[in-house]
Every structure is written in C-alpha cells, then in structure tokens.
C-alpha cells in the first residue's frame, strides 16, 4: 500500500475526518526514508492517546511508528495492557485478540501474509508489555523464535503489570517492593534478551527510548532482519512513572539513569552472523544512496 | 465474492477444478469408499483449497491432523506446522484468519478446554475458522475415551456448532462448513463435533466428491470486518478506546457486538437449512414416543427403535444436526405429538436434554436419558430398557451380577 489506497474520492473529501484528510495529505506511507524526524513536520501515524502525561511508552511507541520501513505494508500485534491503549489510534492495521498469545498470532498472520502476497514485503511487529512477552506469553514467546517465525517482536519493559495498577512481574528487579511482592520481589529480572538468543533470534537488543536516533537505527534493523533472516528482538525501558513514585517529567531521566554503564539497561546487543552480513550490506546500500543523492544534488545547484 | 466465482472452472495447482459447492457437493457423481473417520477428514481437506492447517497432537484427533500434514507436502494444503499448546495453535488459525486464510484445525477433550478463551474471540473478532472437535473426556483422573461433555462448553461461545452423526456427515459438512462460515452475513467459525473414535477410529462406508474438484478459494474481502492485511485504510477506531471506559457509550458497544455475533449465529440458519436440508431430520413424528439426539446416540436411538417395533412399540426419531443455531421451531414441531421424549447422550450431565427441556412446552415430558460417560458405549438396549422401565413396561435385566 502506498498513499494511492488511501486517496478520498474527491466528491466525499470534505466530508471525510480532517484527521483523514491529514493523513492523506502529509503522513509518511511509502516514503523510503521515513524515520523520527518527521514527528512534528509529518502527519504522525499515531496521535493521541490515553497513557498518562509524560508515559515514556507514549515517546516508544511515536519513535516506532515513525521508525517502521513500511508502515503501508506492515501489521502489528498487540497484547492487553496499557499498549492496547493506543493501538486503536494507530494508523497501520492492528491486531488485539487476547492477553500473552500475541506471538502465537504473529505466526499465523506472517505465514497467512506470507501465503497470500508471494514476492512483496509484508511486515509483522509485535509490540507488547513485559507481563504478555516475559509471564503469561512466554511459551509462545519462546516458541516463535524456536520455529524461526519471521517477525520483529518488541518488549515494552516497565518491570512490572501497569495497566492492572502495579502488580510484580517477571521482568521486575529482584527486591522490588510491588502488589503481589508485599516484601519484595524474591527472584532476580529474567534474562529476556540472552533467552532471546539462545532462542534463536537473529538481532536482540536492550536499550531505553531516551534517544529517538537509537530507536530507529534498531527498530529499521530489527524489521529488516526479520524480513530476511528470521526472528528479532527489542526490550525497551519505558518505565512506569506512575508506579515507580515518578513524576510526569522525570520518565526521561530515569531512563538516563537507568542506562549507563553497569546499569541494568545499559545497551546491550546481540546480532548472529547472518544478520551482521545482512546490516553490512544494507548500510553500504545506503551509503550508495546518499552518495548518489549528494552528486545529483551537486549537479542540480551547478 | 466476484474475485472467488471467476475462479470457477480454472485448476489449482494440483490439478484440481475449482467446481460451484452446490454442484461438486450435490450433483457431481460420488464414488463409494472404505474410510476411518479420520481418513474422511483427510479427503475433505483435499478438496477444500484450504490455506493453512496448524496441528497438535491430542488422542483421538492426531491421526487426522497428521494426515493432513501429508496433504501439505503433496502441496494440497498451503501452510501446516505444530502448534506448542492447543491454546497457542488456536491463536496460530485466529493470526492466519486475520491474515485472510482459510484456516482448518483439529482438536479434542483437554485440548478444547484449553484453547476455550480463544473461542469466544474467534467469534467477536469475525473469524470464519473450522474447528473440527473429535469429543472425549475432560474430567480426572485422566481419560481418552468418547465422551461429549465438552461441547456444551462451546455452546456459548458464538460459534456455529454442528455435530456430525456418521463419517459421511463429516466428510460432507467439512465442505459446507467452509461454505457457510464464510458467508458475508455469518463470517463465524464453526466448530465441528463428532463423537471421538466411534466416528474417528471406526471404518465406513463414504460417498466421496471427485477428487479434482475442490472449493473456490476463501475470499477475505467478502468479510463484514477489514482483513488484517494492509490492503485497505487502515483507520483510526476510536480516539478512547471502550476497554478503560465505565460509561453508557462503552456498554451500548460491546452489548451491540455481542448481539451481532449472535445475530449473525442465526443468519448462519438460512444457509445451513440450505446445505444440510434442514438443521433436523425427523422421522414418524406422529409416535407417542420419541427420541431426540445429536452425534452417534442418534445412530443407537435408530436401533433402539427398530428393536422396539419387534416388540410392537412404535418411536419416533428427531436427529438434531446444528446445536447452534439451536433448531428450536423444528424441535418444538417435531415432537409436539409426543408424550414421551428420550434424549439419550454421551455425558454425565446430559446437557442436550436440558437445552431441549428449555426449548419445548410441557417439558415433564423429557426424560433426560439414557446417559453414558467416562468412555462407557451406549448399547441400544440400554435406550429400549429406559423407554420401557419409564413407560412401566416389563424389562429384562440387561446385565446378572453374575452366579
């Protein structure tokens, strides 16, 4: 899909939700070289949304959207959580269907997808929270990397169940005083992203969303690796200031905090061989590319 | 729909004829084969251009789901693998049926019930997936033996349910399934009961279609919901979304939905008269007596009648084809004659005699009986002993305790 599919037919177009019209005139679908920075130039794919003032997950997830290669040929799953919050307000098609199945369904689309459209690119992303991936997900979790399912799966981490009001999980750290771990959680986080790769996945990486560069750097290569190669993995920090005792403006700061070295989301990657020669020869096309652009440009002024 | 009818006439890659259903299933010339139930299940799948099969093991559907894994790798499927867990494979056809699939998948027992929670979201999320369910035993200690108590599970869930007496009613409504869970004003997944190994794992006589005919493939924009795709705009659904919402708006729009799912579960009505001819069969419904069943129990109720019309006893006979939509008119019709009603079932609780008790006028006159479970077979003396003993009539002891 391209713009073209989303064209109003002339005699309906002042009828049609200006939001439409917007998306219509200004959004990003099919251009090659989509990323962050069209946030606040472009029409975002994602708008409003209903997360607390100052939820991180609201800054992930506008890095995401404006990160995916093609968002006009890509379907994301999500899980129950705050996550299903905003996909109702996302602009590419999404899927919600119940708590933890969320790679189980991903598989079947991917291969429905897959079987339908031979020869095009068709993206899955899946996108939920730390209790969907890591507690009551994590067979199909596991299972899907095991089967070498050809989708990027992204973690939201905010170390434990937001949307129920804060209760542990499996992803919370180790003494944590949460609902449900009155005298603190009693087993250390779970070592998702090392699981990821023994599991199989061919690029995993951890990091917080504090510099929206990053995201697009590894959510484009996570996407592209998933697309040739096999599965993928992205565990995000974007805690919960709501039940960490933050206030709305420091969800940045923890996020600074938390990723310096030696802290438990200092950046962390993993990358099998495989998807290394991919990434290598994707940016030496790019380089191409830009190179290209720079001598066109050059002939244009002289 | 336009995209699907050209099709007709052109070959799939095996080979095969996508044929008009109404005449590969009704006109085309059958031939007569020696099958289990499970090779049955085999057969349909090979004719129905199905997409995407997604199988687990589980006593006594595993063999049917591992010979349509042959049917992949001779290309006649599109895409099989195996699921981790029932619960995961269900979600696996609810991904593949979003992505615009025809998805088939095979379960039983435990298996069932741990899928369940995916059921109820097949159905409101308009996924038109068939589910064959080859029922046994749910309770502990453990059990692999037929046993129907776990259809009255899926009975609330929104989707259609129809249980298959015979392999030749298997066979058949495999292929009407498809058909009517994929009409526009249904567009639900159906599950499809038969009776664990006394259909599965027995041998029958079957009138197959020809086997290079095959359904038109699934077309998912005929779907009243957007496939999962891309392929269309995609909108923005709301700006609050329902779920976090306490308010009227909220209620009224997931009330309206519910009441669509079950709205469009009686639509499904009009065309399974159509394919199955009627959503019962019935016969003498002029007798006093009656029996009333749904699977293999209608296949003993047919024996317990002729070996009461030696005795001079003369019975009727309702076999009821869908549980949902439930056949209440015809019910009621069929047996508003009757004085005496037996509904003899393959479970403790004896669910079809109470849907029936909630469904007819009079209803004292439902005996919920004869019952069999944990695996037990259901002689049809059993079934003339209990219509006798009720009716006050001279039994026989069935089984001595032994000299």
């Known amino acids: ?206 990091c917080t969303v504090s510099k929206p560069s990053l995201i697009e750097k590894v959510v484009k290569n996570a996407v592209y690796v998933a697309r040739e190669i096999g599965p993928t993995y992205l565990q995000l920090y974007t805690p919960c200031i709501l039940e960490i005792g933050k206030n709305s403006m420091e969800g940045l700061q923890e996020m600074r905090d938390s990723e310096k070295p030696n802290e438990r989301f200092a950046y962390k990657e993993f990358v099998s061989e495989p998807a290394k020669q991919l990434l290598a020869e994707l940016a030496a096309k790019e380089k191409e590319r830009k190179a290209a652009a720079k001598q066109l440009a050059g002939q244009a002024q002289a | 729909m ?11 890659k095996k080979g095969q004829t996508y044929t008009d259903p109404w005449y590969m299933l009704n006109e085309a010339l059958r031939t007569p084969s020696f099958f289990t139930g499970s090779e049955v299940i085999k057969e349909a799948i090979r004719r129905a251009s199905c997409d995407i099969m997604i199988a687990y093991p589980i006593t006594p559907q595993s063999e049917a789901a591992a010979l349509i894994g042959e049917l992949f790798a001779e290309g006649y499927v599109g895409d099989y693998f195996r699921g981790e867990s029932e619960f995961a494979v269900m979600s696996q056809c609810a991904g593949a049926s979003f992505g615009g699939a025809r998805v088939f998948t095979t379960t039983a027992g435990p298996g069932t019930m741990r899928a369940m929670e995916n059921f109820p979201m097949w159905a409101g999320a308009r996924l038109p997936i068939q589910m064959i369910v080859t029922c046994r035993g749910i309770n502990s200690p453990l059990s692999i033996q037929p046993d129907t108590l776990e259809i009255s599970y899926l009975l609330n869930t929104g989707m259609m349910v129809w249980h298959a007496e015979t392999a030749q009613d298997f066979f058949d409504w495999i292929l009407k399934g498809f058909i009517v869970a994929e009409e526009p004003d249904v567009h639900l997944p159906l599950a499809l009961c038969c009776d664990g190994f006394f259909v599965t794992h027995t041998k029958d006589v079957v009138q197959l279609t020809p086997a290079d005919m095959c359904l ?48 469009a579960v009686e639509r499904s009505r009009k065309h399974a008269i159509r394919w199955l001819d009627g959503l019962i069969d019935a016969e003498n419904t002029d007798a006093e007596i009656m029996i009333v069943a749904s699977g293999t129990a209608v296949s003993q109720g047919r024996e317990a009648i002729r070996m009461l019309e030696d005795e001079g006893v003369r019975c009727g006979l309702v076999k009821i084809k869908t549980l949902r939509p439930w056949p209440a008119d015809e019910i009621r019709e069929a047996t508003k004659h009757a004085k005496h009603i037996f509904v003899p079932e393959f479970n403790v609780t004896g669910w079809l005699a109470k849907e029936i008790r909630a469904t007819i006028p009079d209803h004292h006159r439902v005996y919920a009986g004869p019952h069999v479970c944990g695996g037990m077979t259901m002689p049809p003396e059993i079934i003339v002993s209990e219509i006798k003993t009720a009716l006050g009539m001279k039994t026989f002891s069935l089984a001595g305790r032994g000299s």
């Open chain 2, 216 to 263: 038109p493939p699934y077309d998912p924009y005929r779907s009243p919901v957007p496939c999962m795709d891309m392929e269309c705009p995609p909108v923005r659904m709301m700006r609050d979304p329902f779920v976090m919402k306490s308010n009227y708006i909220s209620y009224a729009t997931h009330a309206s939905w519910q009441q669509e799912v079950w709205a």
């Open chain 1, 1 to 206: 899909m391209s713009k073209e599919r989303i064209k109003i037919s002339e005699a309906l177009y002042d009828i049609m939700p200006s939001d439409y019209q917007d998306l219509v005139k200004s959004a990003t679908y099919g251009k090659e070289d989509r990323g962050w920075k069209d946030i606040g130039t472009a029409k975002e794919l994602i708008e409003q949304h209903s997360l607390c003032a100052g939820c991180p997950e609201s800054m992930a997830f506008r890095y995401i959207i404006a990160s995916l290669p093609n968002p006009e040929d890509t379907v994301m799953v999500g899980s129950t959580g705050c996550t299903s919050l905003v996909f109702p307000m996302v602009a590419v098609h999404n899927i919600h269907s119940l708590f933890g199945n969320q790679n189980a369904i991903a598989s079947g689309l991917k291969r429905a997808l897959s079987l339908r459209f031979p020869g095009r690119i068709k993206d899955v992303v899946v996108l939920a929270g730390d209790g969907a991936t890591v507690d009551i997900g994590l067979d199909m979790t596991l299972q899907s990397w095991f089967r070498q399912e050809k989708f990027t799966t992204i973690c939201f981490d905010n170390e434990l169940y937001a949307n129920t009001g804060g209760q542990e999980s499996g992803l919370m750290r180790k003494g944590f005083v949460a609902k449900m771990a009155p005298v603190g959680k009693q087993f250390e986080k779970v070592r998702l992203p090392e699981i990821a790769r023994e599991s199989g996945c061919h690029y995993v990486v951890q």
């Open chain 2, 2 to 12: 336009a995209e699907t009818q050209s099709l007709i006439g052109t070959q799939n």
